[in-house]
């Protein structure tokens, strides 16, 4: 494509942001794929034209803003953007980086969902066959990481600094010189940090653990602790549109937590239009009031008529009704605003539509 066209795209697309809600996700490596998943899974449509950042919703006044994981604290603490999905650890790291700076306090991001993916741990490793078995005996030696302000602020404690370190990192990941007081000298490499050790550069380093896979074949063990991290929706402390964030988070929440769904049985058994119906249909069960049924069942009409049970509790009901597995999402948004509660959604492995 050429640069005016691209630049002529951009432009377009960045003059349409004003009156939508920004949301940050990852624009490549291993949370991307979950999370366009996660996208899916809550009915939020987009076309992303290649090699542009941005891509707007179809179906709700959102602009997704594809960014390395590493940047959307950045982003969703310090910026416009409404909405983020990240590493845990990511998030810290920005938060210990800022630590102390007047944006931190007014910007800063809150989480708002655990996704359930993306587990690791921020861990310090020292050489398997080496001397070093507590953090402590790192503390004045040469460390290694990608995470310099949570590695600074983990040793300033170690070293029993007081209070909240400024571990603010100059450009190139050096510590600053407000943090030179630091007898642990912490260096920041981009990659590979587990080969720090046996080319002598660190005594331990500060990485991520996953299986673990990487540190063993690197010789080295894990002491301790820094972070336990999983991928998080986190969201601005002032977001622009808060309905639509609780919304997005609702729906967000809906999938992560849905019931798996059953393994289907033989399909021989089923004939063409009830394994359609199988395919095209949810099942989706709720509590809601009896003063609330009515405009409960407008929503949920089913494909005949919605089942409705009567609960222990005096006056409230539970509904079951069979819902188009494209409308679920709006249908699920619309059921909470009527006051329904305990909203299940159920895949359907087989049906007799009759
Ligand atoms: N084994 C792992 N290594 C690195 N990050 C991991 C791992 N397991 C889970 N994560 C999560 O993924 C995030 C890194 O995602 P990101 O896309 O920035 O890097 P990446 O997946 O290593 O891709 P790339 O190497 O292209 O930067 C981490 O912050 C962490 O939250
Ligand atoms: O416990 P494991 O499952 O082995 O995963 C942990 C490794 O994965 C990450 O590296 P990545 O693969 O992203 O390459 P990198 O070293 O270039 O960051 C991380 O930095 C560790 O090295």
């Known amino acids: 494509m050429d640069i005016h066209r691209k630049v002529s795209q951009h432009t377009d697309v960045l003059g349409s942001l004003n009156d939508r809600l920004l949301f940050a996700v990852p624009k490549k490596g291993r949370l991307q794929q979950p999370t366009l998943d996660l996208l899916k899974g809550s009915d939020i449509q987009f076309h992303r034209h290649s090699r542009l950042d941005i891509a707007l919703c179809i179906n709700l006044p959102i602009a997704l803003i594809f960014l390395p994981a590493a940047d959307i604290p950045t982003f969703v603490g310090e910026g416009r953007v409404d909405l983020g999905i990240t590493g845990r650890d990511q998030v810290a790291e920005h938060q210990a980086v800022t630590a102390g700076e007047a944006v931190a306090a007014d910007g800063g991001v809150e989480e708002v969902l655990d996704l359930g993916f993306g587990k690791c741990r921020l861990q310090v490793q020292v050489p398997e066959k080496g001397e070093i078995t507590d953090p402590v005996e790192l503390v004045g ?6 995470f310099v302000g949570l590695s600074a602020a983990y040793f300033s404690k170690l070293e029993g600094h007081q ?6 990192v100059t450009i190139n990941g050096e510590i600053s010189e407000a943090n030179k007081k630091l007898k642990t000298k912490i260096k920041y490499v981009g990659g590979s940090v587990e080969a720090a050790c046996a080319l002598g550069v660190a005594d331990g380093i500060v990485d991520l653990v996953e299986s673990g896979e990487t540190m063993r074949a690197a010789g080295l063990k894990a002491i301790a602790t ?37 393994s289907s049985p033989h399909m021989h058994t089923n004939s063409p239009t009830n394994h359609q119906a199988a395919q095209k249909y949810v099942l989706c069960q709720y509590n809601v009031h009896r003063a609330k049924l009515d405009s409960a069942t407008q929503v949920t009409p089913g494909r005949r008529a919605p089942t409705i049970t009567s609960l222990e509790e005096p006056e409230w009901v539970a509904v079951s009704s069979m819902v188009l597995k494209k409308d679920i999402a709006v249908v699920m948004d619309e059921l909470e605003k009527v006051g329904a509660t305990d909203i299940l959604v159920l895949d359907i492995a087989n049906s007799r539509t009759g």
Do not use: C, F, M, Q
């Open 163 to 168: 209070g909240v370190i400024d571990a603010e």
């Open 226 to 262: 820094v972070v336990e991290s999983t991928a998080v929706l986190i969201k601005s402390k002032h977001p622009s549109n808060v309905s639509l964030v609780n919304l997005i988070a609702s729906r967000i929440k809906g999938v992560i937590s849905k019931a798996p769904s059953p």
């Open 141 to 146: 030696k040469n460390v290694v990481t990608s």
